[in-house]
């Protein structure tokens, strides 16, 4: 079964770029038809759908955060990688990895990371 872990530094600075590594298990990051995708939950608010790298082709990312995302795979180290740049204590949140297959929404989302909570300081 698919396992995911999120990881990097919790704690990023206003203005700078956040980072995450999620780390695949129990499949791999080129299997057909799997969406890889990158959810957050701000404190007391619901999740937010970040975006999604395909197995093989280009990511899709929520509009308002487009600007700023970037998501990238690695397949020689079966990992997909988020990057945010130029946050506000606003983006802070848990982020989670996850992964579906066929469907793209959040609700086929059917492995996820166990989450990380990165705070932005101003």
């Known amino acids: 079964q698919v396992q995911l872990q999120e990881s990097g530094p919790g704690l990023v600075k206003a203005s700078q770029t956040l980072s995450l590594t999620c780390t695949i298990s129990g499949g791999s990051i080129t299997t057909n038809d799997y969406y890889w995708t990158w959810i957050r939950q701000p404190p007391g608010k619901g999740l937010e759908w970040i975006g999604y790298?395909?197995?093989?082709?280009?990511?899709s990312y929520s509009p308002p955060l487009k600007s700023r995302t970037s998501i990238s795979r690695d397949t020689s180290k079966n990992q997909f990688t988020l990057q945010l740049s130029s946050v506000t204590p606003e983006d802070t949140a848990v982020y989670y990895c996850a992964t579906s297959r066929f469907k793209r929404s959040v609700g086929a989302l059917n492995a996820w990371g166990q989450g990380t909570l990165v705070t932005v300081s101003s």
């Open positions: 790298t395909p197995n093989n082709g280009n990511p």
